[in-house]
């Protein structure tokens, strides 16, 4: 036999017994490919509400409750959602923060602190791959060290998830807070506290949180007694200057504050009204907007027009210079008779939420919180596309409210949602068209709320950094 075929034939049988199986080791069966994590429910637009004695949820599409709640909530304030649709909310009088799954509306903690009166909420900028649920305790007066500052880790993925990572004590009184643009960084006010009107923290070492400049009354030239305060009530940060701007109501000041020199400096710029305090950037940082409740009709200290319930103040942050001093007027522009008389009479601009687009800026009045019978029904509107020329436009009728109630804009922009507290209803409006397109009817009063959906995430976070 020739060798090529004694090489052919060697080849078959060597084929033939592989076939076979024999002297052959058998080709291993395929590993199974691993179950694919379960993806998240799309949640269409949902409206979460926290009320007294429970969290809820609504469909903004149909305007039906979705199925679930949550129960011992005490006096809720400042809930918002994170972009995992988990909600968090202070109860002030439990003295701690809920966390709800807000995809199926089971409680997921309860964060206890060592300060007491939880009231105000923030949401810090991510810093070297962290971020900062903060939560203000206004503390008993009688117990100055229950007022403090508490840190919870809202950094998705991290081992400390939703938990309290920090806590540093603050000064008398009602707090509010804005964080630095650059840097881990926030300086809080202190409603009643003549020697510690405002402070700049570092959170750098959010275990050991350091204060790293305090601004006396007497270190702004400022004159403050139990009887005459400094009041700061509202603060902002602009992107543009870098600076926190910050409402001293009593005076009527604003004080800009470089957080992120060493150490710290402040600029006082003087208005030509005062009470108020809510304070945002504009959508650029170019500007701050502040509110203030006088001038307006009938005072005796800041006369205002017939219908006048405050102004809104602008300061350029370019330079720091007042930029503009709005009236706001309660019905809109054409507003020309007296209040006095009617039970709105004690209407005051309260509360500023500006459009996804920057272009409007929504002033929520309140009524007085000393009257009883003090009503509110409109929502102010102003036109900001001519930056420096705010226009106010016509006022848009909600129903009644007394002393200050929560409003809401949907994640995508499209609508603004405003509770009624004297008619247990929600007014949503179009932001397209300024006008009312929907009444819900609710089963209690909503004392705070906000948005989310998957397609959105959630409304914008308290503390974002124009």
Known sequence: MS?????????????????????????????????????????????????????????????????????????????QVLEDATVLVNLTVRNEVLVVDGRTLQERARIPSRGERPNHSYVSPTRNGKRYWLTLNDGLSSQPESSSALFVDATPGS???????????????????????????????????????????????????????????????????????????????????????????????????????TPPTAKLIYTGGKGGGHTVASADGRFIYTVQDQPREGSATHAGAPCQVGQLVMVDTSSDNLAGQVPLLYRGPSCASPLAGTDEAKATASHLLLSR??????????????????????????????????????????????????????????????????????????????????TLNLPTNAKTMSLFSSADGPSEHVGSIR
């Open 3 to 79: 060798r090529w075929k004694r090489t052919l034939l060697s080849l078959s049988v060597g084929a033939l017994l592989a076939s076979c199986g024999g002297g052959t080791t058998p080709t291993p069966e395929p590993e199974p490919e691993p179950e694919p994590e379960p993806r998240p429910e799309v949640m269409k637009p949902t409206l979460f509400m926290g009320a007294e004695g429970t969290l809820v949820a609504y469909d903004v599409e149909t305007g039906q409750k979705r199925p679930g709640l949550v129960a011992e909530v005490s006096s809720p304030s400042d809930l």
């Open 159 to 261: 081992a400390t998830y939703l938990q309290a990572v920090g806590e540093v004590r603050l000064g008398k009184g009602h707090h509010k807070a804005t964080f630095s643009s650059t840097r881990e960084r926030v300086i809080i006010s202190n409603l009643a506290d003549c020697d510690d009107v405002l402070s700049v923290y570092d959170y750098s070492d959010v275990k050991n949180v350091q204060k790293v400049l305090t601004l006396s009354a007497g270190a702004l030239g400022i004159a403050c007694s139990l009887t005459a305060q400094v009041t700061p009530h509202g603060c902002a940060t602009s992107k543009v200057s870098g600076r926190a701007y910050c409402n001293l109501t009593g005076p009527g000041v604003i004080a800009a504050v470089d957080l992120d020199a």
């Open 357 to 438: 687009d920057g272009k409007t800026l929504y002033i929520t009045p309140s009524g007085a919180f000393d009257d009883v019978a003090s009503r509110v029904r409109q929502e102010l509107v102003l036109d900001l596309s001519q930056p420096y020329s705010p226009a106010q436009k016509p006022s848009i009728a909600v129903g009644g409210s007394v002393q200050s109630h929560p409003v809401a804009l949907s994640s995508e922009g499209r609508y603004l949602f405003v509770s009624n507290n004297v008619d247990n209803t929600l007014s949503q409006i179009d932001t397209t068209t300024n006008t009312v397109v929907s």
